[in-house]
């Protein structure tokens, strides 16, 4: 489909068009990531600690900035996408972190006028915790953040030349493009990294809540949870077995 952006008021109807029809253009890999999306913000029935309400604040910014991600991958904007997944990550850890501690001071320092800062000690200490008591999605995480920086959450000449190219000696100049290129197999790469980021994190919290009953998930959150994986998985395969993908993984091992 063909999306203008000359204008503001072209890039804004674009943009309402582009989420309108990502079912239609990018198919199960949109409705994957859109069902994703829907389970993490519905799959708390109650909460059973109150205590932990600074993991309940991690929490709702992490649906937050996961709708973002969501969006921006449906506009065609891979190096928002990335930042906004980032973050989704960075408080996926916090929010498993506050789940089995409540104490502020484990959080942040507070100085004399009020002002509220985090050190690297209180970082430090929530990696440690993390490390300590749930391994395997500790390092799940770490290594999801590191493939984000090196794809996109940093700046580089790689993607300067994403929504920038020289124009023919005829017509000399530049051209630039508020959207990036059209290209599918992008967009559902996104789609499907949108919705793995979910699901990696709803394991972790799983996982955690067992331990520290801060809430309920949904009656079924079970079945729901594992048909969703079930076709992010099918979806990873067909990916795999693409000419992009096959070009791309020989690229890596030369």
Not at 76 to 99: C, D, F, P
Not at 223 to 236: A, C, G, I, S
Request: charged share 30%; hydrophobic share 40%.
């Amino acid at each position: 489909m063909e999306f203008k952006q000359d204008t503001i008021g072209d890039i804004l109807t674009s943009e309402h068009e582009m989420v309108l029809h990502g079912a239609e253009c990018y198919g199960d890999y949109f409705i994957n990531a859109s069902e994703f999306n829907h389970l993490l913000n519905d799959f708390i029935k109650s909460v059973d600690d109150p205590g932990k309400f600074i993991a309940m604040a991690f929490i709702f910014q992490i649906r937050k900035y996961h709708t973002l991600a969501f969006f921006s991958a449906i506009r065609r904007h891979h190096i928002q996408t990335s930042m906004n997944l980032r973050y989704v990550i960075e408080a996926g850890q916090w929010a498993a972190y506050a789940m089995g501690n409540e104490e502020r001071e484990k959080f942040c320092s507070v100085d004399q006028n009020g002002i509220i800062n985090v050190e690297d000690k209180h970082e430090k200490a929530m990696y440690k915790w993390l490390d300590d008591n749930f391994k395997v999605k500790a390092d799940e995480t770490r290594r999801l953040k590191k493939m984000i920086s090196g794809a996109g959450a940093h700046s580089s000449i790689t993607y300067a030349f994403q929504n920038f190219e020289m124009k023919p000696f005829e017509d000399a100049g530049f051209k630039t493009t508020f959207f990036d290129p059209e290209n599918d197999y992008w967009v559902k790469t996104d789609l499907w990294f949108v919705a793995n980021t979910v699901l990696g994190l709803l394991d972790l919290f799983y996982g955690v809540n067992q331990q520290y009953k801060v809430f309920k998930f949904i009656d079924d959150f079970g079945p729901k949870f594992k048909k969703l994986v079930d076709e992010n998985n099918r979806l990873k395969a067909e990916m795999m077995n693409t000419e992009n993908y096959k070009r791309a993984e020989k690229l890596m091992t030369k």
